[in-house]
């Protein structure tokens, strides 16, 4: 049985979006924005859902918005301001350009966790989806490492992560974890 009071979702909606051209987060599919895809699938899953972005627009949506620690750094460092801000051991981490999110992916995600995992990161194939992903709260103390050395790869911090599980997944749901970054890709879905 899933406790939701402590699972908080942390959605990344930072970054400049230059492929799409606008915000990603507010990109329409199904006359929704994106963000509201995938606050609609954590909610039944997280007590809190905390948005990581500097753009004051997420503030409309009613979740609280959590500033980059370190502006402009990409999602490694968004992924630390949220989790410094999380108050949960559990975190279901999301990008804001994966609109056809499930709440049932997301479930079969925290099924896959056991106690002695780090993280656990969706795979499409042989590709890993950092952003679509568990992060335990001790990440929090990685992520500062790395990006005191100025490291900002996703997945430097999987390599340094002790016990990260993989959910493999299928066809089905790999087309949930899509991610749309342009106009073109937006039209495919
Ligand atoms: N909070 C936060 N999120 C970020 C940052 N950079 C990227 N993201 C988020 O991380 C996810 C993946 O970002 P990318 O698609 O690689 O980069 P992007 O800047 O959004 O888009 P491009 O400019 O087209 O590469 C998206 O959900 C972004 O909103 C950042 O500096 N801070």
Same mark, same amino acid.
């Given at each position: 049985?899933?406790?939701?009071?402590?699972?908080?979702?942390?959605?990344?909606?930072?970054?400049?979006?230059?492929?799409?051209?606008?915000?990603?987060?507010?990109?329409?599919?199904?006359?929704?924005?994106?963000? &509201?895809?995938?606050?609609?699938?954590?909610?039944?899953?997280?007590?809190?859902?905390?948005?990581?972005?500097?753009?004051?627009?997420?503030?409309?949506?009613?979740?609280?918005?959590?500033?980059?620690?370190?502006?402009?750094?990409?999602?490694?460092?968004?992924?630390?301001?949220?989790?410094?801000?999380? =108050?949960?051991? *559990?975190?279901?981490?999301?990008?804001?350009?994966?609109?056809?999110?499930?709440?049932?992916?997301?479930?079969? *995600?925290?099924?896959?966790?056991?106690?002695?995992?780090?993280?656990?990161?969706?795979?499409?194939?042989? =590709?890993?989806?950092?952003?679509?992903?568990?992060?335990?709260? =001790?990440?929090?103390?990685?992520?500062?490492?790395? *990006?005191?050395?100025?490291?900002?790869?996703?997945?430097?911090?999987? =390599?340094?992560?002790?016990?990260?599980?993989?959910?493999?997944?299928?066809?089905?749901?790999?087309?949930?974890?899509?991610?749309? &970054?342009?106009?073109?890709?937006?039209?495919?879905?």
């Amino acid at each position: 049985m899933l406790e939701t009071v402590n699972i908080t979702g942390i959605i990344l909606a930072g970054g400049k979006s230059s492929r799409m051209g606008m915000d990603k987060g507010f990109i329409l599919w199904e006359g929704k924005p994106f963000v &509201n895809h995938i606050i609609d699938a954590l909610k039944p899953l997280a007590k809190d859902i905390l948005i990581v972005s500097d753009h004051p627009q997420y503030d409309t949506l009613g979740y609280k918005r959590i500033k980059d620690i370190l502006p402009e750094a990409g999602p490694l460092a968004g992924l630390y301001s949220g989790l410094s801000a999380s =108050k949960t051991e *559990l975190n279901v981490v999301l990008s804001c350009d994966v609109p056809l999110i499930t709440s049932e992916l997301l479930r079969a *995600l925290l099924l896959s966790y056991n106690k002695e995992n780090d993280a656990v990161v969706c795979k499409v194939n042989d =590709k890993l989806m950092p952003l679509v992903a568990i992060y335990t709260k =001790k990440c929090e103390v990685m992520c500062l490492e790395l *990006l005191q050395q100025d490291e900002r790869r996703m997945m430097q911090l999987i =390599k340094k992560l002790n016990q990260v599980q993989f959910l493999s997944l299928n066809e089905f749901e790999a087309n949930q974890v899509k991610n749309i &970054n342009s106009p073109t890709e937006l039209k495919q879905i």
